[in-house]
């Protein structure tokens, strides 16, 4: 079944850097866009990044954009969200995704998430 294992989270000072993984299984990852969301408390679920299967062409929120910089290596089958200047406001869950197609439709797949707790 598919499986998206987030990695990576942690406490950093405003100003730092952190690294997320995500590691994917259950499907043919190289045919696939990936996605990196965030949740903070009492706030929807919304979206910071994506990056296409091929070419690897990304698309950034524009809170992120020129700090945060998403990647992919599909011999590992990793989807990676490199986070410089970390900010406050950026404090939350953030989640790996991947939307498949499947017999009955599309459908959203999610990691359990990774906490990014960004605080002095």
């Known amino acids: 079944q598919v499986q998206l294992v987030e990695s990576g989270g942690g406490l950093v000072q405003p100003g730092g850097s952190l690294r997320l993984s995500c590691a994917a299984s259950?499907?043919?990852?190289?045919?696939?866009?990936m996605r990196w969301w965030r949740q903070a408390p009492g706030n929807e679920r919304e979206f910071v990044a994506t990056?296409?299967?091929?070419?690897?062409?990304?698309n950034y929120a524009d809170s992120v954009k020129g700090r945060f910089t998403i990647s992919r290596d599909n011999s590992k089958k990793t989807v990676y969200l490199q986070m410089n200047s970390l900010k406050t406001e950026d404090t939350a869950v953030y989640y790996c995704n991947v939307n498949l197609w499947t017999g009955t439709g599309p459908n959203d797949y999610w990691g359990q998430g990774t906490q990014v707790t960004v605080s002095s």
């Open positions: 990056i296409t299967n091929t070419r690897n062409i990304t």
């Open positions: 259950g499907f043919t990852f190289s045919n696939e866009a």
